[in-house]
């Protein structure tokens, strides 16, 4: 599967962005799709993760405690989209975010357990 995120801007502190993630392929729905963020001298950081269709994952969606609240992650599998809806944004979200998909039928945290990377979109909050 190819992925290929978009989304991302310059917003003032408070605004609200929607990143969407286009997947290619007819076997988007056999993926977990997960959203990660790296900001300039930090490791890449976890934020959401939602289950394929079926199997243990399905209907299960995960989001780190940082951005618990304010960060939504949904999927349209009829169109092979995968979202991260972010409201309250502060200037510590500041990052490059990547979208990404893993074959593990569970949820993962870890970087490690996608195996296709978007390539980023870059989100820039101001205050």
């Known amino acids: 599967v190819q992925l290929q995120a978009s989304g991302g801007g310059l917003v003032q502190a408070g605004d609200s962005l929607r990143l969407s993630c286009a997947a290619s392929?007819?076997?988007?729905?056999?993926?977990?799709m997960g959203w990660f963020r790296q900001a300039p001298g930090k490791e890449r950081e976890y934020i959401a993760s939602?289950?394929?269709?079926?199997?243990?994952?399905?209907?299960?969606?995960n989001v780190t405690d940082s951005v618990k609240g304010r960060f939504t992650i949904s999927r349209d599998n009829a169109n092979n989209m995968a979202y991260l809806q972010m409201n309250s944004l502060k200037p510590e979200d500041t990052a490059v975010y990547y979208c990404a998909a893993r074959a593990g039928g569970t949820l993962s945290a870890s970087a490690r357990g996608y195996q296709h990377w978007g390539q980023g979109t870059q989100v820039t909050v101001s205050s």
């Open positions: 392929g007819r076997t988007f729905i056999t993926y977990v």
């Open positions: 939602i289950g394929r269709v079926g199997g243990w994952s399905g209907g299960r969606a």
